[in-house]
Structure formats: C-alpha cells, structure tokens
C-alpha cells in the first residue's frame, strides 16, 4: 500500500518515487516525543514524525496498539496525500497530529480490509 508508491507532486508535475526506509523512535535520536518514520522520495529522505501520543490515545480507545507495520503504513498514506494536496515534498521533515494519525490509521485498516491482509514491510539490508 503506502510503503513503496508513485505520486505526481501537485506543482511540479515531476513523478515521485516513495520507499518507506526505516522506523526510529525519535526520543533518543532528536529529542522528540514521536516516532519517525522515513522515506525515500526520489531517492531524497524525508521523516513522518508521527507524535508518540497517538499510541496512548489509540490503545485507550480500541485496546489496539499501532505497530511498526501500521505506523508505516500510516506516515506513508500521510505523505502521499500531503504530496497531492500540494505540500512540498521537497521537506526533509512532516510533522502529524495525533487525529490526523488516528484518521489515517483508520483508513489504512479499512484498505487492508478490502485488500484481505496489511502488506509486509520489506527487509532494507
């Protein structure tokens, strides 16, 4: 789904080529209080910082926790629709709230329910 995609930057028109790379918790990398998660746009890295917040509020509202696999998914259908929406693609940093994280998460759970299963992440050597 969201973690290898193509998506034509709104302004530019130039294709881009969008590899999910790795997911960090950002507390010991920047000081953050969120989980990033980076990829690969046109070879160019760029970081989904998703706020460590929407774990806690997702586990008390569903008694579900997000994933690695899901927290993925989610900063990558973000990115995509940021990019479509315009937002430039050129950042080496997004920033999510914890509702847009929660929407996305739920969209994504509804798409892998049509698709039948979450798609694996791939092994980066």
């Known amino acids: 789904m ?6 034509k930057d709104r302004w530019s028109g130039e294709e881009l080529h969008c590899r ?9 990398t920047r000081h953050a209080d969120a989980v990033d998660v980076r990829f690969d746009v ?5 970081w989904v910082a998703l706020p460590l ?4 509020r ?7 926790a997000i994933t690695d696999q899901l927290a993925a998914q989610i900063a990558g259908r973000f990115l ?5 929406e315009g937002y430039d693609s050129r950042r080496e940093i997004c920033t ?3 509702d847009e994280v929660l929407s996305h ?10 698709m039948g299963e979450m798609p694996i992440l791939p092994v980066l050597s």
């Open 2 to 7: 969201y973690e290898d995609f193509r998506v």
């Open 20 to 28: 999910w790379k790795g997911t960090m918790v950002a507390i010991a």
């Open 42 to 46: 046109n070879g160019r890295p760029l």
């Open 53 to 56: 917040e929407a774990w806690g």
């Open 58 to 64: 997702q586990k008390s509202l569903t008694g579900k």
């Open 80 to 84: 995509q629709q940021s990019i479509d």
């Open 96 to 98: 999510m709230t914890v």
């Open 105 to 114: 998460l739920r969209s994504v759970v509804d798409e892998a329910k049509e």
